[in-house]
């Protein structure tokens, strides 16, 4: 069974630049998530979706970040303007909706810079 | 108040032998269920095990086990016959609600585990 798929792995952009991130869920998973991890941090929640609809986007700074999973398969991230803050690693994960533990399987990431 | 609390920001361990990662949590919901995580340095969060709420025995996979205290609200990792692949950030999670439609997952900050030859 083939993993998430994150690309690209790494993107260095300029503040006020945009950029975009790709996920690809593992197939069959209905829920799918995107984390900010900042250096030294745990991940941070941006945006859950369950199929195409989202579940929770509470802390998504809705001013720059926007996110969408038009076919209820593969997700887009897109930052506009970035930010010097913005620079983490930017993970996507998705779970089924079928057993109790509802464990999150993660992509390899895309670590963003932006100078 | 931190939904996931983990106090150990590193830890070392010989090799061979068992460590302890410490996890606590607070939620007021019933049902809840706990998960343990290893990033390598390559960056990928890998899942290791799994403990519900309303799960009786500890969870174990293989050389993880998660010692679960449900009144003191704490979920530690014990990780035994520690290996050299096993250097890495671990993370506690928590996952609330009923249902993948109302799931919320929280992360701890984690703890830095560096295995000694």
């Known amino acids: 069974e083939a993993g998430v798929a994150q690309s690209p792995r790494y993107k260095i952009i300029e503040k006020r630049q945009s950029v975009a991130f790709w996920c690809n869920p593992i197939?069959?998973?209905?829920?799918l998530y995107w984390y900010q991890q900042i250096l030294g941090q745990g991940p941070k929640l941006l945006i859950q979706?369950?199929?195409?609809?989202?579940?929770?986007d509470s802390q998504l700074p809705k001013d720059r970040f926007s996110a969408e999973r038009l076919k209820g398969v593969d997700s887009t991230l897109k930052i506009q303007p970035a930010k010097l803050e913005d620079s983490a690693v930017y993970l996507c994960?998705?779970?089924?909706?079928?057993?109790?533990?509802?464990?999150?399987?993660f992509g390899p990431g895309t670590r963003l810079t932006v100078t | 108040a931190q939904k996931i609390t983990q106090t150990q920001p590193g830890m070392f361990v010989q090799e061979k032998e068992a460590v302890t990662l410490d996890c606590t949590y607070d939620?007021?919901?019933?049902?809840?269920?706990l998960f343990w995580y290893k990033q390598p340095s390559s960056g990928e969060m890998i899942f290791l095990i799994y403990?519900?709420?309303?799960?009786?025995q500890n969870a174990t996979e293989g050389r993880y086990s998660l010692n679960f205290q449900k009144a003191r609200k704490s979920a530690n990792l014990v990780i035994s016959a520690s290996q050299l692949g096993d250097s890495a950030m671990y993370f506690c999670?928590?996952?609330?609600?009923?249902?993948?439609?109302?799931?919320?997952?929280?992360f701890g900050t984690g703890t830095s585990l560096t295995v000694i030859p």
């Open positions: 999670a928590m996952r609330e609600g009923r249902g993948y439609t109302g799931n919320q997952f929280y």
């Open positions: 979706f369950q199929n195409n609809g989202v579940v929770d």
């Open positions: 403990q519900g709420s309303y799960d009786e």
């Open positions: 197939s069959g998973h209905a829920t």
């Open positions: 994960a998705s779970s089924s909706s079928s057993g109790a533990a509802y464990e999150q399987y």
């Open positions: 939620t007021s919901d019933q049902s809840y269920g």
